[in-house]
């Protein structure tokens, strides 16, 4: 069974990440085909056909012509991509066309103007309607789907998000930062609401010797450097770091991991830190985290948007629990079970 994959791009936040491993896993097992991204990577050689354009328009072109050769019996499609499931029911009807959702409907909509959320609406039903199969990452976002009236319940999966093998591989590291810190790795989504977490920072700043290290965050950033001026936070105790390709070392030392989101898919970043048995401080927001959290102990949630029980909750003590412990608890997240998954459906 040879599958071929849609991403935008293979570098980024956690939908990226996912679908570039299991690009690699499909690749070691001989059964990927194409990825069909606009900005790809070094990881696929020959597999990766890059479209050159983003937009909807050149990019549909791109993919209708350069899908002419690819024999693939089945595609992943994800993102803003999922709407390639259109060319695909023109072009090859036999085949399986499966799309992978990253965010609940319900809530994406919420942050979207009138015009973006009825051409949101549309598309994803679209692609819903002609797709085989839906996966999604926890159950809240199943029923997300079904209050939206986006997709049939018989075709959609839910399928959590893995824990990467190297989280298991790659332990003491060298200290990224001589200072302790708290990280939140996220990029500056509206989602993510990070204004929040800057402003519980900036709550308890005088009560800790930590710093705050944002990782996927860009440097001038002009949201979140209006944000670190309004709240008057002490000269270099923020620390935005860009895009970070191993985020690892910056797991393992941090002090405490946190994430302030408005909702949640299933986090990629949650399942990381808790690969490294960090004490994990999150918001008690719609989507995946309590699935998770189900399963790992080492947490605290908070209510959404309060930063002020935000803050609170950072000054707990590090508490990381053992590796052993971890690998306990974490088992049902493996890479080769989640991937299995995938592949039942990419292969039907």
């Known amino acids: 069974m040879m599958i071929s994959i849609a991403i935008p791009r293979t570098t980024g936040g956690g939908a990226e990440v996912f679908t570039r491993q ?11 085909s194409k990825i069909y991204t606009a900005f790809g990577d070094d990881h696929f050689n020959d597999e990766s056909v890059s479209l050159g354009e983003l937009r909807a328009a ?35 009807r036999n085949t399986n066309v499966v799309i992978r959702l990253c965010n609940p409907p319900s809530e994406e909509i919420k942050l979207l103007n009138t015009v973006q959320a009825i051409r949101y609406w549309l598309t994803t039903r679209v692609s819903c309607a002609i797709a085989d199969h839906i996966i999604v990452q926890s159950e809240h976002m199943k029923r997300s789907m079904l209050s939206t009236a986006l997709a049939s319940g018989k075709k959609i999966s839910v399928i959590h998000n893995p824990i990467s093998d190297k989280t298991w591989e790659i332990r003491n590291t060298k ?26 920072f900036a709550n308890i700043q005088r009560m800790t010797d930590r710093h705050l290290v944002l990782a996927g ?22 620390h935005c770091l860009g895009f970070v390709d191993n985020v690892f070392p910056l797991i393992e030392h941090a002090e405490l991991c946190t994430l ?24 008690d927001c719609p989507g995946g985290n309590t699935e998770f959290f189900s399963r790992y102990p080492n947490h605290k949630t908070v209510p959404i948007g309060d930063p002020r029980k935000l803050g609170a909750a950072l000054l707990a003590e590090r508490n990381d629990l053992d590796i052993s412990e971890t690998r306990s608890l974490l088992h049902y997240f493996s890479e080769d079970r989640i991937y299995a998954q995938y592949f039942s459906l990419l292969s039907q």
């Open 217 to 238: 965050v860009s440097a001038d950033d002009p949201l979140i450097l209006g944000c670190i001026e309004d709240n008057k936070i002490e000269p270099g105790r923020v």
């Open 22 to 32: 299991f690009a690699i896993w499909l690749k070691s097992k001989g059964n990927l």
């Open 58 to 92: 050149a990019a549909f072109r791109s993919f209708w012509n350069k899908s002419s050769s690819d024999h693939a019996r089945s595609y992943l499609l994800t993102l803003g991509y999922i709407n390639f499931s259109v060319c695909l029911l023109l072009k090859r």
């Open 260 to 283: 302030p989101s408005l909702f949640e898919g299933f986090s990629n970043f949650l399942l990381e830190a808790g690969a490294y048995g960090k004490k994990i401080i999150a918001t």
């Open 175 to 200: 200290r990224p930062f001589e200072f302790p810190y708290i990280l939140c790795a996220s990029s500056n989504k509206p989602q993510k609401d990070l204004p929040t977490l800057i402003s519980a």
